[in-house]
């Protein structure tokens, strides 16, 4: 009998593979058979000739790689790229992002998520945590542009009940949007714009509800040594008493997580994971950086970040991949830590169970969703290639991305975006740029205050 069409094969290509013990390897001359959205298989290439299919992309000399995983940003900050630069952190939060920010409206939002999905999709980024506001707006642009995203609405304790209530029902209506596509995580600012009984309050609704908590916490080594200074404790120290570490939750930055700290993030109740997004941390001159290794060897996933591109100036990911691999080389004073298979595991699995999808995406295997991006790798920046894994981490780009896909739905072909209208996004939000970026009103969304 002939076996009904798959929705979709890929072949040839290289594909990237993790054994039984979740090692790094590449399956040449092979194909992707997808079906309703799940990679049905990975076989031969000969093979997969053999098999009738709707559509077919012929990925000869390409990589495939899982869907790169955005592990937290503020997908609409897009619109204040370059906005405030050469400033400590402070003063970018309380002279210029925190002031414009009060200006935002529900449209901007909308504009900003659309941008930032066009910039993510091309860079080979398949799914996004997000951690924002009118965050609604958001996922209308997921549901539209067929990106894959996990979303907070982010509140302040300054809001009273109503931003911590707005974070929730946001949470409950969103849960499973877009075809399963959006999941949705309570998201409590950080440690020092919520207080201790907010956070205790979401724990709780977060273990009512089933429901994730994505928060920052110990962003830099000054707000722990701030919050030890006023409070005696640290900002996760401060997690720990308040029950989010048991709660499933995703630490933002974590570049000030000290070494007393480690146990109790060893010790959570919860699945705890931290995102790094190290470009930012450059530009701020932060001391310190994630502990990657620390919390490597306590089994807690570090993913990959951006941070908003009010920070870090960009969505790529795939920069964050390198930066991640060269500054954990720095700081350890060890060569052979990170190495370019460990870096593509961060990329891979650890970052899609750090956003709680570990079971979904984040490798290329039967019953996966079908989340796959392929790479060019002719380019002469990455030729020749005598280390496939050297030459993905520290050769390739971003623009070396050629088609996007999730959901077994290609996002991107060739280069050519088929989901979002890039110029017509970039004209309606530079009309609005005057009354986003006034200043002048005195107004803040919070005061930045460690």
Not at 366 to 373: K, S, V
């Amino acid at each position: 009998m002939t076996p009904s069409p798959a929705g979709l094969i890929i072949s040839p290509c290289t594909v990237l593979t993790h054994d039984d013990q979740e090692r790094v390897g590449f399956t040449q001359d092979a194909a992707i058979v997808v079906r309703d959205g799940v990679v049905a298989s990975v076989t031969s290439s000969a093979r997969a000739a053999e098999l009738p299919a709707v559509e077919r992309i012929d990925a000869r000399g390409q990589i495939a790689l899982p869907g790169l995983v955005n592990c937290h940003t503020h997908a609409p900050m897009v619109a204040l790229r370059g906005i405030a630069e050469d400033l400590p952190t402070e003063e970018w939060f309380n002279d210029v992002v925190w002031p414009i920010e009060s200006n935002l409206t529900e449209k901007d939002v909308e504009l900003g998520a659309r941008l930032a999905c066009a910039e993510m999709i091309r860079g080979g980024v398949t799914c996004f945590a997000d951690h924002y506001f009118s965050m609604d707006a958001v996922a209308a642009v997921v549901e539209e542009c067929g990106i894959r995203a996990h979303l907070g609405q982010a509140y302040f304790s300054s809001q009273g009940p109503q931003g911590r209530e707005d974070s929730l029902e946001f949470a409950l209506r969103q849960r499973g949007a877009a075809g399963g596509r959006i999941t949705t995580a309570l998201a409590p600012h950080a440690p020092y714009t919520v207080d201790d009984t907010d956070l205790a309050a979401t724990a709780a609704l977060a273990r009512e509800h089933g429901l994730p908590v994505h928060l920052h916490a110990s962003e830099n080594r000054d707000q722990a040594e701030a919050s030890l200074a006023r409070h005696g404790v640290t900002p996760i120290e401060v997690l720990r008493r308040t029950g989010i570490l048991d709660t499933d939750v995703l630490i933002a930055h974590g570049t000030g997580i000290l070494d007393r700290d480690l146990p109790l993030l060893a010790s959570a109740a919860g699945r705890t994971a931290v995102a790094t997004a190290p470009r930012g941390y450059l530009k701020f001159a932060w001391p310190t950086t994630t502990p990657v290794r620390a919390l490597r060897e306590l089994g807690i996933p570090v993913g990959l970040a951006t941070d908003g591109a009010a920070s870090n100036n960009s969505l790529d990911v795939w920069e964050s991949m390198a930066l991640t691999a060269l500054i954990q080389k720095s700081t350890t004073g060890d060569p052979r830590w990170l190495t370019s298979r460990q870096a593509l595991h961060h990329a891979s699995l650890q970052s899609a169970r750090a956003v709680g999808l570990g079971d979904a995406v984040g490798s290329i295997a039967p019953g996966r969703r079908a989340d796959i991006i392929l790479v060019d790798l002719t380019g002469p920046h990455t030729q020749p290639v005598h280390d496939l894994a050297a030459t993905l981490v520290h050769s390739a780009r971003s623009s070396d991305v050629r088609t996007t896909i999730v959901d077994g739905r290609v996002l991107m072909r060739d280069r050519e975006l088929l989901t979002i209208d890039v110029s017509a996004v970039v004209r309606e939000l530079g009309e609005r740029m005057p009354a986003l970026l006034d200043r002048g009103h005195g107004r803040r969304i919070q005061d930045y205050d460690i």
